[in-house]
């Protein structure tokens, strides 16, 4: 079974403070997710990587970095923690694009306080 | 850009009963992939259905299975038998048809959270 594991499924963080939040998948995927879900707002994609070192921004990368160091390990960076960045962070991967599925992980919920 | 729209935030259901799960989408691409997942309460979101839009037959999996009419852009899905073991929420989801890897991500619709009655 493919997995996909997230550092923490919850973490409270001060406003300022640098935030790591750690993305492991073991199936040798080649793209790696970041997502951010809200309620009413679904999920909306921070940021993508479809290769190692690779990135690219998706529809609301404003406050957010990564870094793609190895195949397996996606990190979601939040360089100064703001209390609008409070949300479930979703990480997900695949092997491919086309109807290749998404495979996510448990989630890790964040309050910046 | 494409959008995905689930105009149903809500829906319920009488258990063994069917329900139906709308979702539209806008694009101007004639190859693309749209997929439903779900996400039960504090749960991983996992696959539910994919299907290709070259396809004419709609995708089934077991109880689960899709009406999709390519001109109207329109992309239900129906449970069948409703069992308690389906609430969560339902997220639709498209994906270009593209080869290079900035094709490959998703655009999801913002969610029906489906409660299932006993």
């Known amino acids: 079974d493919v997995k996909v594991t997230q550092s923490s499924r919850y973490l409270v963080k001060r406003t300022g403070e640098k935030v790591f939040l750690e993305c492991v998948q073991d199936m040798d995927h080649e793209n790696m997710f970041w997502y951010r879900q809200d309620p009413g707002l679904g999920l909306r994609l921070i940021y993508f990587s479809y290769d190692v070192k690779m990135k690219e921004k998706g529809d609301i990368p404003e406050g957010y970095s990564v870094s793609r160091e190895k195949k397996e390990r996606f990190s979601l960076i939040l360089e100064s923690a703001s209390t609008n960045q409070t949300s479930m962070y979703l990480c997900a991967s695949s092997l491919t694009g086309g109807s290749d599925e998404q495979y996510f992980g448990p989630g890790t919920r964040l309050t910046v306080t | 850009a494409q959008t995905v729209t689930q105009s149903q935030p809500e829906m319920s259901v009488q258990e063994a009963e069917t329900v139906t799960l709308s979702c539209t989408y806008d694009?101007?691409?004639?190859?693309?992939?749209l997929f439903w997942y779900k996400q039960p309460p504090s749960r991983q979101m996992i696959l539910v259905i994919r299907?290709?839009?070259?396809?004419?037959q709609n995708a089934t999996e077991n109880r689960f299975s899709v009406n999709f009419q390519k001109a109207a852009k329109s992309f239900s899905l129906k449970i069948s038998d409703s069992q308690l073991g389906d609430a969560a929420m339902y997220f639709c989801a498209y994906r270009s048809g593209g080869v290079t890897g900035s094709n490959y991500k998703l655009t999801f619709g913002k969610g029906t959270l489906l409660t299932v009655n006993p």
């Open positions: 694009t101007s691409e004639s190859d693309y992939y």
């Open positions: 299907q290709e839009a070259y396809k004419q």
